[in-house]
T-cell receptor, first 112, second 112 residues
Framework: AQSVTQLDSQVPVFEEAPVELRCNYS??????LFWYVQYPNQGLQLLLK??????LVKGINGFEAEFNKSQTSFHLRKPSVHISDTAEYFC??????????FGTGTRLQVFP | NAGVTQTPKFRVLKTGQSMTLLCAQD?????MYWYRQDPGMGLRLIHY???????AKGEVPDGYNVSRLKKQNFLLGLESAAPSQTSVYFC???????????FGSGTRLTVV
């Protein structure tokens, strides 16, 4: 089955600490990979994407992600989080019918 | 440039009532999508369209109908609302060959 798996439903972290949000994809989806962020009561915004090329992808707000083909992973990282990073984060990939499929989301809660 | 606009933003329906959600995009995108977002389940595709006059079923189409009479508009209809359709609905659009979706800000629907 085609799937995108986000291993953590919630990640609590203190401000200025590093964070990693994990995402694994099934080998049957494409390697066009995305991270979206959803702030409370808002729509989804694109954080970053991997289509090809360098496996380390930098996005907005200081986030980056690394594409790892051998581990079928696309984990999102930030070296120092802020209160304003509190949001839900979705990993997504294109399936073999050219449509985006989403993981179940990870709620990042940043505490002062 | 408004991007993707969804109306209404909030709605409460009684079981059995009908309604239509409107999605309008001003980017001349060919592809449009309707997703629903439920806690712990991420975003699931309801219906989509790859051009004016075309529609197709997604992962969870039952209980919904759609129409794309004009390229810029994609309507999602509920003929007889059920409590299981309580959700947040997102519309998105993109151009073929461009892999980033543009999302609307969502419609929060409650069916009582």
């Amino acid at each position: 089955a085609q799937s995108v798996t986000q291993l953590d439903s919630q990640v609590p972290v203190f401000e200025e600490a590093p964070v990693e949000l994990r995402c694994n994809y099934s080998s049957s989806v494409s390697v066009y990979l995305f991270w979206y962020v959803q702030y409370p009561n808002q729509g989804l915004q694109l954080l970053l994407k991997y289509l090809s090329g360098s496996t380390l992808v930098k996005g907005i707000n200081g986030f980056e992600a690394e594409f790892n083909k051998s581990q079928t992973s696309f984990h999102l990282r930030k070296p120092s989080v802020h209160i304003s990073d509190t949001a839900e984060y979705f990993c997504a990939a294109y399936d073999n019918t050219d449509k985006l499929i989403f993981g179940t989301g990870t709620r990042l809660q940043v505490f002062p | 440039n408004a991007g993707v606009t969804q109306t209404p933003k909030f709605r409460v329906l009684k079981t059995g009532q009908s309604m239509t959600l409107l999605c309008a995009q001003d980017m001349n995108h060919e592809y449009m999508y309707w997703y629903r977002q439920d806690p712990g389940m991420g975003l699931r595709l309801i219906h989509y369209s790859v051009g004016e006059g075309t529609t197709a079923k997604g992962e969870v189409p039952d209980g919904y109908n759609v129409s794309r009479l004009k390229k810029q508009n994609f309507l999602l209809g509920l003929e007889s609302a059920a409590p299981s359709q309580t959700s947040v609905y997102f519309c998105a659009s993109r151009e073929p060959g461009h892999y980033g979706y543009t999302f609307g800000s969502g419609t929060r629907l409650t069916v009582v």
